[in-house]
């Protein structure tokens, strides 16, 4: 397991049931460089990662986001295609207000 300090912009989640199947699930969303190699794109998006249930994205709900935290990734497979789950979220610290003025 890899750990990363991230910076998370974002956190949802849900519990309860839909058409009687039980679901308890959590995402967060972590900032991610745009693949700038291709010379088609540049700068950041958010990209969603797995928590192990809602009680994991209730815990740092309370934050004010962006966020920086350390996070834990697992790369699982089901044989075909492989992913990256998150193990484990430690909040460290609010992340720094970004106020750059915008040209036209």
Sequence with gaps: MAVEK??????????????GKNIDSGKIYIEESLDFTTG????????????????AA????HN???LICEVEFMRV?????????VA???P???SPAEKKPVSA
């Excluded at 991230?6 to 058409?19: H, L, M, P």
């Excluded at 088609?40 to 009680?55: D, F, I, V, W």
């Excluded at 209730?58 to 709900?61: E, F, N, V």
């Excluded at 497979?77 to 789950?85: E, L």
């Design 64 to 66: 004010e986001f962006p």
């Design 58 to 61: 209730q815990a740092i709900m």
């Design 92 to 94: 460290i610290e609010r």
């Design 88 to 90: 484990s979220i430690k």
């Design 6 to 19: 991230v910076k998370v912009q974002g956190v949802k989640f849900f519990s309860g049931a839909i058409d």
């Design 77 to 85: 497979t089901n044989g075909d295609v492989s992913k990256n789950i």
């Design 40 to 55: 088609r794109a540049k700068g950041y998006a958010s990209q969603e990662y797995s928590l192990a249930n809602a009680a």
